[in-house]
Nanobody, 116 residues
C-alpha cells in the first residue's frame, strides 16, 4: 500500500526557513517523479516543485524559484523541500504527490504559516 507522510511544517517569521519531508512507504521514490503542491485558504492547489526520476532534474514555480530547493534521499526513501526566505504568501498546506499509472497519491499535508 502506497503511503506518503509529510512533516516539517510550522509557524515561521518572514525571512525564515523550514524543511519539509515527504516519507514514502510501499514504493521506492527513486523510480518516480515526486511533486510538492500547496493550497492556501480559499485558493486552488498549485504546483510548487518537482523532482524527476533517474536524472533528478528539478522544476520550480516562478514564485519560489531561488528560494526553495527540492532533493531526494534514496537511503531514507524521502523527498525534501528546503524553503528559505519565506514570505507570508507562502502560507499554505503543503502536500507531496506521486503519480503511478493513472492514479495520484497524496499525503495528508503539513501546514506552513509565515507570519510575524
Amino acid at each position: 500500500q502506497v503511503q506518503l507522510v509529510e512533516s516539517g511544517g510550522g509557524l515561521v517569521q518572514p525571512g525564515g526557513s523550514l524543511r519539509l519531508s515527504c516519507a514514502a512507504s510501499g514504493l521506492n521514490l527513486d523510480y518516480y517523479a515526486i511533486g510538492w503542491f500547496r493550497q492556501a485558504p480559499g485558493k486552488g492547489r498549485e504546483g510548487v516543485s518537482c523532482i524527476k526520476s533517474f536524472d533528478d532534474s528539478t522544476f520550480y514555480a516562478n514564485s519560489v524559484k531561488g528560494r526553495f530547493t527540492i532533493s531526494r534521499n534514496a537511503a531514507e526513501n524521502t523527498v525534501y523541500l528546503q524553503m528559505n526566505s519565506l514570505k507570508p504568501e507562502d502560507t499554505a498546506v503543503y502536500y507531496c504527490n506521486v503519480r503511478i499509472g493513472l492514479y495520484d497519491y497524496w499525503g495528508q499535508g503539513t501546514q506552513v504559516t509565515v507570519s510575524s
